[in-house]
């Protein structure tokens, strides 16, 4: 039975849950948007709308005001179509050709061992929703839904926003209710490759793994202090001593905090005795210093018992390679002075992954102070000049400067307080948003960026919370008919 059945049956009227359950169906993936972009211009082509759908997957459909608001200034509601893809570590899942299977018990909608992909889906289940009413009374609408959001935001970068004229719009990509964001860090990414030739080597093969941790959003969680799987595992090889690296892989995103990672190398037989006493302190140390963030934090090995000869990385380069991987920064680097409970400043080492003849490494940077990203960039590519590495720099894009002269935001604010009795928080967000870039494009925009609860976004265990979901379809109602 459907999710949209199974909440009709329990009394929930939400509309909007249908297209969300179309959008699960179709794979989305970041990269992976030619499907679910086709689908919501087959979507304006039955309904007679306008649209346009451009080269990057971006979508924008038009819809007239309704009768007697024809004249009225346009609104965008606007929405990525990608999607971060998580598995449960247990489960073998191709996201790249499987849809999301979402499950509902009444109160929360979640995915059978995957994202669910609510971060950003259901923005446009809304969007597609309200083009489809009947009875529901708007301004002119540009829907304006783009691609690659969760990899740099590629697509609102590629968008010609010359034919968008509204300017005054809905971002429905936050993750918490009665929170209106009125601004945000900006952003970039670091790929980065380091040579590593292997050649058959002697030693006692090693097999460690983290796992077990809660990872999460590396924007909106950075500050939560939990453990990066590839950070912790750098610095567990740090303190190993000489070793030779067979294999080390870690991560999934470069905007999620690393949930796990696993690495196998070679050691010798002196050290390969000492090293379940070493391992052991240091997991009792790691559990004791992440107790309250990172409590089902788990460190597993294996140690031959013999010799044997593996394809492995130098012992000099491998040396050089886990002396970057321990100290290259992780975590929060500076709190914003005027809101000290803000981040300002954050580097996340968000992937590791050992190929034939390279070692792939990407870190998300963000700040909201000017120049901050680019001093980082040189601290690490500083740090890499020992080892060869090759390091491109994409998906940089703008902060979003807070607007204390906001029309907008004051009547959602005000809607709000009318239909909950409660007041309203403004944030201004670490994680990234491509309100930045819509603000850059488009002088004199007018943006509030808003969404229902939302819960571990970026991990197999995201989940919708459907009271919320529906609270927000009927505040977003509200607001078209007022604003």
């Known amino acids: 039975m459907s999710i949209a059945k199974k909440l009709e049956e329990q009394g929930i009227a939400a509309p909007f849950v249908t297209f969300f359950e179309q959008l ?56 990525h179509l990608d999607m971060v893809c998580d598995v449960a570590p247990d489960l073998d899942i191709d996201m790249a050709v499987t849809g999301v299977v979402p499950e509902t018990d009444g109160e929360w909608i979640w995915a059978k061992g995957t994202t669910l992909g609510a971060d950003n889906g259901i923005a446009i289940a809304y969007a597609l929703a309200i083009l489809d009413a009947k009875n529901l009374s708007h301004p002119p609408m540009e829907m304006v839904f783009t691609t690659e959001e969760e990899v740099g935001m590629d697509g609102a970068h590629a968008l010609d926003m010359s034919v968008l004229k509204a300017r005054r719009m809905l971002n429905m990509d936050s993750e918490e209710e009665g929170v209106f964001t009125t601004g945000c860090a900006g952003g970039a990414r670091m790929d980065i490759n380091i040579p590593c030739e292997k050649s058959e080597q002697e030693g006692v093969l090693v097999e460690l793994g983290v796992d077990g941790l809660l990872g999460g959003h590396s924007g909106v969680m950075i500050h939560l202090g939990r453990a990066n799987g590839c950070k912790i595992m750098g610095q567990l090889l740090g303190k190993l001593g000489e070793l030779a ?47 309250q963030v990172d409590p089902s934090l788990n460190l597993t090995w294996s140690i031959a018992k013999e010799s044997s000869c593996q394809t492995a990385v130098s012992v000099e380069q491998s040396g050089k390679i886990v002396k970057f991987l321990d100290e ?26 050992m190929e034939e003849k390279q070692l792939y490494v990407a870190i998300s940077l963000r700040s909201s102070a000017d ?17 060869g590495a090759q390091v491109e720099e994409r998906g940089v894009y703008p902060g979003w400067e807070y607007n204390p002269a906001s029309a907008l935001r004051d009547l959602c604010q005000q809607i709000y307080q009318e239909q909950s009795g409660r007041e309203a928080k403004i944030d201004v967000i670490h994680a990234g948003l491509e309100c930045g870039l819509f603000c850059s ?5 007018d943006v509030v960026s808003m969404g229902p609860a939302l819960e571990d976004v970026h991990t197999a265990k ?22």
């Not at 999934?252 to 052991?280: C, F, G, H, M, Y």
């Not at 005027?338 to 996340?348: K, Q, V």
């Not at 120049?371 to 080892?387: E, F, H, N, P, S």
């Open 441 to 445: 494009k488009l002088p004199g925009l």
């Open 328 to 353: 290259v920064p992780y975590g929060v680097q500076k709190y914003m002075e005027s809101l000290p409970d803000l981040p300002e400043t954050s580097l996340n080492l968000g992937i590791l992954r």
């Open 371 to 387: 120049g901050a990203c680019a001093k980082m960039r040189d601290q690490i590519i500083a740090m890499l000049q020992t080892v």
């Open 24 to 79: 699960c169906a179709i794979p989305h993936g970041s990269y992976n948007t030619k499907g679910i972009s086709d689908y919501c211009v087959k979507f304006a082509q039955e309904r007679g709308l306008k649209y346009m759908q451009d080269e990057a997957n971006n979508v924008v459909i038009w819809k007239d005001g309704t009768p007697g608001r024809e004249n009225e200034p346009a609104m965008i509601i606007q929405g």
């Open 462 to 483: 995201e989940r919708l919370n459907v009271a919320s979901a529906v609270r927000v379809w009927e505040f977003t109602k509200e607001l078209l008919e007022r604003c």
């Open 245 to 291: 690296l067979v294999d080390i892989q870690g991560g999934q995103k470069d905007n999620a905090i690393s949930n796990w990672t696993r690495a196998k190398i070679l050691v010798s037989k002196e050290q390969a005795e000492k090293l379940p006493s070493l391992l052991q302190e240091e997991f009792d140390r790691l559990r004791e210093q992440y107790a």
